[in-house]
């Protein structure tokens, strides 16, 4: 079995990826196609070798065809990129041009009997499956996302291949963030609050904790009860404060996605199965309106330093 | 610009039930609408829009074809024999061989899935076209494919060359559910059934080894009194650094 390594990547958020790459025995080649300091780090994390293209103002998805060229040349057993656009799309086209299968959400990369085992997150994380390839395969990375340790820093060879006519036309700056990036502790609401009006109640909560307030996907998109700015999941703020407290949110992947970077994840649910209490590290059985009350006025009877963020 | 929307190629996860043991019961879950299946269809619509094209609709496996068609898509093709695959190569092999059989294609649009995310850059590797997926929208201005993003705090619009695969990625759950007149004027149109041989293709997966669930430790959950609930919460919270 090939494990000689390619392991793609664009923009921040690789050592997770990084990690279950260097597990395998083979030749581990980092390919970034970045600014010259994303390189120089990830040399740093210590691969065998560092190839680097410059893309200055164009976007690394440009590069796809060449660098399937390159990877057919030198043959690489497995192929990795992180689930950012740019190193996926990377990925589809050496995938592509090399015949690889494609396996998403890969927590972990073994060789077993000569056979590479790819262990992959299904059903939004819920079960690992484990499965047997062989020939070269490609994977995305699904499990968190790690600090990159530090190896014996790698060569950075520059590398100088065509690029498809890509060409970013327009860049403008988003609208002022909401707050809740920055936040140290966020208090969300979803459906189980009943009305409008029992926002109020959540607030309260938050103000006495210091907290943001944020929401779930269809309190801001469908009820329009707190800004879309707001809301927090996939499609909206992926956050990453030390604690994110979760009232009446059943807790569906797409709303965890927003939360992967919180330290702290508590929930507040009468739904004892409810889905949120299989990823969260603390939780409360009961109805939210009896609960938030009870814990505004705990939280209001701590001494008050120790609010203090 | 001919334009091929890709739409219901998955299953959804939340039809799926995970066993105690860690195994996946999909419960005869068929091939589902994605929710970015209707950002895709709205894209593929600008993009025909801008450029005097049409939208050809694009399915795979045992879900209901008419979804596109009741949502303004006047042609239709299904590849109704597809399994669902762990393999993402494998069905954006199928796709692929879709795409080549009808003929001259300009962009095909495709929902960005998180579950999946592997398939639209297969399908692009496959294809051997460009690709930007992450979208939010794109659209076609003077008859070049133009595609909307966000990246690092910014908004950006990107060129790109065709033929080329976009993938567009929900911001928000748009789908709108058609009317009766839809659902009948659906029913007319032309939904052309292609199968794995036509298209010389035979996907399969690799072997699994079966399934565990993940080593994670459970929430630690109070129940009962409220206060009593409130109170144990909150020194956990203190003893946890942050309170």
């Known amino acids: ?309 | 610009m001919r334009v091929v929307v890709v739409y219901k190629w998955a299953r959804n996860p939340t039809d799926a039930l995970v066993r105690s043991d860690g195994s996946i019961d999909w419960r005869n879950a068929r091939m589902t609408a994605g929710e970015d299946d209707p950002a895709a269809l709205a894209a593929a619509f600008a993009i025909a829009a801008g450029s005097d094209g049409e939208v050809l609709g694009l399915t795979i496996g045992d879900g209901d074809a008419s979804w596109a068609l009741a949502r303004g898509v006047e042609r239709a093709w299904s590849v109704a024999d597809a399994p669902s695959l762990v393999d993402n190569a494998a069905t954006a092999a199928i796709l692929a061989a879709a795409v080549r059989h009808l003929g001259e294609v300009d962009v095909v649009v495709i929902g960005d899935s998180r579950q999946d995310a592997g398939v639209p850059v297969a399908l692009a590797g496959e294809l051997g076209w460009p690709a930007l997926v992450g979208l939010t929208s794109a659209t076609t201005v003077d008859g070049r494919l133009q595609a909307a993003r966000k990246v690092g705090g910014a908004a950006q619009t990107v060129l790109l060359p065709t033929p080329a695969v976009v993938g567009i990625a929900a911001e928000a759950d748009v789908d709108r559910a058609p009317g009766m007149k839809e659902l009948l004027a659906a029913r007319k149109r032309p939904l052309t059934r292609l199968s794995l041989a036509e298209l010389g293709v035979a996907p399969d997966d690799p072997e699994s080894l079966g399934c565990a669930k993940p080593d994670s430790t459970p929430a630690r959950v109070f129940a009962g009194e409220p206060a009593e609930t409130a109170a144990q919460l909150v020194a956990a919270l203190r003893s946890e650094g942050v309170l």
Request: with cysteine.
């Open chain 1, 1 to 309: 079995m090939n494990t000689d390594c390619w392991l793609l990547v664009t923009a921040d958020g690789w050592g997770g990826a990084f990690r279950i790459a260097r597990a395998l025995p083979g030749r581990l080649t980092a390919v970034v196609i970045g600014p010259r300091l994303l390189a120089e780090q990830v040399a740093a994390a210590g691969p065998d070798e560092v190839r680097w293209t410059d893309p200055g103002p164009v976007p690394a998805e440009a590069w796809g065809a060449a660098l399937a060229g390159a990877a057919a040349d030198a043959q690489p057993g497995v192929v990795l990129s992180t689930t950012d656009p740019a190193a996926r799309v990377l990925l589809g086209a050496v995938a592509g041009r090399m015949h690889a299968r494609l396996v998403p959400a890969a927590v972990a990369l073994a060789v077993e009997d000569d056979r590479l085992l790819v262990r992959r997150a299904a059903v939004g994380g819920e079960t690992i499956e484990t499965l047997r390839c062989t020939g070269p395969v490609a994977v995305t990375y699904g499990g968190d996302d790690v600090a990159a340790a530090s190896g014996a820093a790698a060569p950075v060879t520059p590398v100088e291949l065509a690029a498809a006519p890509l060409a970013v036309i327009a860049s403008e700056p988003l609208a002022v963030a909401s707050g809740l990036e920055d936040a140290d502790r966020v208090v969300s609401f979803g459906r189980g609050v009943r009305a409008r009006d029992d926002v109020s109640l959540v607030q309260g909560l938050a103000a006495a904790l210091g907290a943001e307030l944020a929401c779930s996907m269809p309190i801001a998109d469908d009820l329009g009860w707190l800004d879309k700015s707001r809301y927090v999941g996939r499609s909206g703020n992926q956050i990453s404060p030390a604690l994110y407290l979760a009232v009446g949110i059943g807790g569906a992947p797409q709303h965890m996605e927003g939360v992967r970077g919180a330290r702290v994840v508590a929930a507040v649910n009468n739904d004892p199965e409810a889905r949120i209490f299989r990823t969260a590290d603390y939780g409360i059985v009961g109805d939210l309106y009896d609960v938030v009350p009870e814990l505004t006025k705990a939280v209001r009877n701590l001494p008050s330093k120790e609010l203090e963020q």
